[in-house]
């Protein structure tokens, strides 16, 4: 039977559990919770950051973000961060009772509906050694690998064939969730004859970079698919841990996903006004006083946007308060006022992940403010997108640049 413990990122105890040290040492190096010794030999599993799941055996933990928010917003989060024209309906209706199985079902209706109307086959150049001629002779090749030899021949040729990138990567992502266990044998079975319609596509080897593929009118019907399958590629991992057990894993950082969706939902917003919106703006702290740029103090502030080559806003994002009561921590406020003071601007904009109303807080015995924004990541999707544009909207206004 199943062991399902649920956990809150932000939680710091945990009943006791009865585990094998197997079980205990994969848990460790999942890098989603640690395990610490309890009385009379049992464990207690504590979160240690990131939030997920992972599986091993008969022992299931999921580790949640402080928000509550749930699978859907975590991928949609996940997805608009890499690309802004993901949509809220690629990632709807997929609460279910755990994390693992809500991915399953996910991928497996999601390539279901790309390979409706047949597997997509593409051109893709190849470089082959042949007996015959076919293509292009790469003559420099034929000369330096195979000097006075007339066969094989180095040759380059495009095949029009299914195993090209988009295959390969929704291929992939089905062998990898099929090696979870304990998954349901239907949606086993859902995942295995879609595997079996991939026939003749090569897997991408473990831990190599996802081969790049362009959206087009051709593979339209594929985006959606492809857009999670690269979500659990690149987070969870699925292999044969210590002893009998095997372990899958979902591990996401929730303070570098909401950064980077921020990001790239500020700079989307933003582009509509004057200007340009740079992620991770190099600054400095200090003033040039001629000694090298490698003494000086280096800062790099999480967005930026410039009018006229000069920064005009300031963003920075943070996922965490400090503590269940939701207050800040000090130091954002003084990394702001440090932004302010190096970059030459009156305000900067703290946005954070929690629920709550915009406020201002001016520094003392300064010109300089710092504007909270809370950003509630629990919102549906076009809820979230809206927050940003207020923000935007508000922080534009509030400018003392024209950037209208």
């Known amino acids: 039977m199943l062991k399902h413990l649920v956990l809150d990122e932000l939680q710091s105890d945990s009943a006791p559990v009865e585990l094998d040290d ?84 996910s991928l497996a209706r999601q390539v279901s509906g790309a390979l409706s109307r047949g597997v997509h086959s593409g051109y893709v150049t190849l470089d082959e050694a042949l007996r015959t001629v076919r293509g292009k002779i790469r003559v420099g090749d034929q000369m330096s690998r195979r000097p006075g030899m007339l066969i094989p021949l180095e040759v380059t040729y495009d095949d029009f064939t299914v195993d090209i990138p988009e295959n390969r990567i929704l291929r992939s992502a089905l062998r990898l969730m099929m090696q979870v266990p304990r998954l349901a044998n239907d949606v086993v079975a859902k995942l295995a004859h879609l595997d079996s319609k991939l026939d003749g596509v090569s897997l991408l080897r473990w831990g190599s970079p996802l081969p790049a593929w362009t959206p087009s009118r051709l593979n339209d019907r594929y985006v959606p698919a492809l857009r999670l399958a690269e979500i659990v590629l690149k987070n969870m991992s699925a292999e044969a841990g210590l002893g009998p057990h095997r372990v899958a894993s979902f591990v996401v950082n929730m303070s ?80 702001m006022l440090a932004y302010c003071t190096a970059l030459d601007l009156p305000r900067a904009w703290l946005v954070y992940a929690g629920s709550g109303s915009p406020r201002v807080r001016s520094v003392a015995n300064s010109s300089v ?31 003392l640049l024209a950037l209208r």
């Open 256 to 335: 570098t996903v909401f950064e980077d969706f921020v990001t790239t939902a500020l700079a989307e917003s933003l582009s509509k006004y004057p200007g340009q919106t740079v992620a991770q703006y190099p600054a400095y702290f200090d003033a040039d006083d001629g000694f090298p740029n490698s003494q000086r103090v280096r800062m790099y502030v999480d967005v930026v946007h410039e009018v006229r080559g000069r920064a005009a806003l300031i963003f920075d994002a943070k996922y965490k308060a400090s503590s269940w009561s939701g207050a800040y921590p000090n130091a954002d406020y003084y990394q």
């Open 369 to 399: 403010s710092i504007a909270e924004f809370p950003i509630d990541v629990s919102q549906t999707p076009e809820a979230l997108l809206s927050s940003v544009d207020a923000l935007v909207e508000a922080a534009a206004d509030a400018s």
């Open 22 to 105: 197997e079980t205990v040492s994969s848990l460790g190096l999942t890098g989603l919770v640690s395990v610490m010794p309890a009385h009379g030999g049992m464990w207690k599993i504590l979160p240690c950051g990131p939030v997920g799941a992972v599986q091993i055996g008969g022992l299931l933990v999921e580790v949640k973000p402080k928000a509550k928010v749930g699978l859907s917003r975590l991928l949609f989060l996940l997805g608009y961060a890499k690309d802004p024209g993901f949509r809220p309906e690629d990632v709807a209706g997929l609460e279910y009772t755990d994390l693992f199985s809500a991915l399953a079902e």
